[in-house]
């Protein structure tokens, strides 16, 4: 593999990327991007809604297939950026801009890669998709065309990792809670405070440990992130309503937790969706035992990602880049970062028995 030709490739797909706003629905003309750049080098390319894919040039029905994801959108940019978040600088190493380092520079790496890998004698086939509404969890992303690209026996998924394996990662279950009281005069003994029965439930989603920790991934983590009551002082609230992100491990479904949740608070309790359970990919896969055998190192990831919605195959998360950087004013990835990436990516598959 010609290294520097495919970072190249890399680098400068990235920076047409990064010069184009991509929030997340808004990914019609980074879509196009990868669409026009697969046409360049010769693949057949699929795409619905912000979706692009393509499989490698001589795929063979008979043999696995391997995905490689990752996402093309991005959140807004945070208002204390010093720099342009659409103007793909260089500086010092680090290529800055909205997107470089969650997740272009991963997607980038997996294209090339992706490239580099086109031509060589594999056990299975590869399919390179581009996808959509990752960052808002969205129905028109990956989840809107797994079907149409029909069998997947195991999946990449491109996040920064430091190019560490995530091998799990937690699940996520967003609550919306209402505790209702009954309202009155503040300055009578009357009326039930909602904030009272909301401070209880609280108490208890502060405290409680679920039985079951995971080796990889720890304990079931609640957490309150907002909360809403009143409307005056000197009258006692008939609602405070809170939400709850909760992230879980393996051992309980969002179904599950849920059960256990709501059973035990005081208010009503809504789950906006139970979609995002935890994902991951067994220790002994040919895929992490390879990644293993180059060195690479494996944890459980507490965010969440495309493999959370991707259903009956197993994934790896990993890529280029730190997820500490992901969503920070001036993202960056390194220049560097990007040319290991496609380097360990490469290594990992090629030759690779899924």
């Keep these: 593999m010609d290294l520097k030709k495919y970072t190249e490739i890399a680098l400068t797909t990235l920076k047409q990327l990064i010069s184009i706003q991509s929030y997340s629905k808004e990914e019609n003309q980074v879509a196009d991007v990868m669409e026009q750049k697969l046409t360049d080098f010769g693949y057949q390319v699929h795409r619905k809604g912000n979706n692009v894919w393509a499989f490698n040039k001589d795929f063979d029905d008979k043999k696995p297939v391997l995905l490689l994801n990752s996402h093309l959108d991005t959140v807004k940019p945070s208002e204390k950026y010093t720099k342009d978040p659409f103007n793909p600088e260089v500086s010092d190493g680090k290529l800055y801009g909205l997107g470089s380092n969650d997740a272009g520079g991963c997607l980038v790496s997996l294209f090339a ?6 031509g060589t004698d594999q056990d299975y086939n590869r399919v390179f998709a581009a996808s959509a509404e990752e960052e808002i969890s969205g129905t028109g992303g990956f989840e809107l065309v797994q079907e149409e690209i029909g069998r997947i026996d195991v999946g990449i998924v491109g ?4 190019m560490e394996m995530a091998i799990a990662e937690k699940g996520l279950m967003v609550l919306d809670c209402d505790a209702i009281g009954v309202p009155g005069h503040a300055a009578r003994n009357e009326g039930v405070n909602a904030i009272t029965i909301a401070m209880r439930d609280i108490e208890w989603l502060h405290s409680y440990k679920f039985a079951l920790e995971s080796e990889i991934l720890g ?3 609640m957490t309150v992130t907002q909360i809403n009551a009143g409307k005056q002082h000197n009258v006692i609230p008939s609602s405070c309503k809170f ?7 393996e051992h309980y479904s969002n ?3 849920f059960a256990i949740i709501k059973e035990k608070l005081e208010s009503n309790v809504t789950a906006r969706s139970f979609r995002m359970n935890s994902s991951g990919i067994p220790l002994e896969h040919p895929l992490i035992q390879t990644g293993l055998n180059l060195g690479m190192k494996y944890y459980g990831s507490p965010t969440t990602s495309d493999q959370a919605i991707m259903k009956g195959f197993p994934t790896l998360k990993l890529g280029p880049g730190d997820s500490a950087r992901s969503h920070t004013a001036d993202e960056f990835i390194y220049i560097d970062e990007i040319e290991k990436g496609i380097e360990k990516y490469y290594n990992l598959l090629n030759g690779l028995k899924i």
């Design 219 to 221: 304990a079931v983590k």
């Design 159 to 162: 996040e920064p990792t430091l």
């Design 243 to 249: 939400v709850v992100d909760v992230r879980t491990n």
């Design 255 to 257: 179904e599950k937790a």
């Design 113 to 118: 890669a992706f490239l580099a890998m086109e």
